[in-house]
């Protein structure tokens, strides 16, 4: 017998995200190699927008966000990590065009 297949629909203000891999090592400014051992407190990370619930106003699916990966809820799907939360802990949304932007570019 086949199982059936769900699609996953978000609910309400949730947003469902899929965290961008972080390198081995990363270069500071000033070109300082810095290893992968080494933790940053308070790391707000970027992640990739999968899925977002009915109310949610500021951001769609495909979109690159920022956040605190820390004491959010964890799901595994199809061996892939995402991220459960709601979408008013998110810190920032990247796009291509704004006029209130930072001036900042990924």
């Known amino acids: 017998m086949v199982e059936p297949k769900f699609?996953?629909?978000?609910?309400?203000?949730?947003?469902?995200?899929?965290?961008?891999?972080?390198?081995e090592e990363r270069r500071s400014g000033s070109g300082i190699v810095i290893p992968a051992t080494v933790k940053m407190a308070n790391r707000l990370a970027w992640g990739e927008v999968c899925g977002v619930g009915t109310n949610v106003r500021s951001v769609k699916v495909g979109d690159?966000?920022?956040f605190n990966p820390e004491d959010q809820f964890e799901v595994e799907l199809h061996a892939q990590v995402y991220l459960v939360m709601r979408e008013r802990d998110l810190h920032a949304v990247a796009t291509q065009e704004t006029d209130h932007g930072t001036g900042l570019y990924l």
């Open 7 to 23: 699609e996953i629909q978000m609910l309400h203000d949730r947003v469902m995200i899929r965290l961008e891999q972080e390198a």
């Open 64 to 66: 690159k966000v920022l």
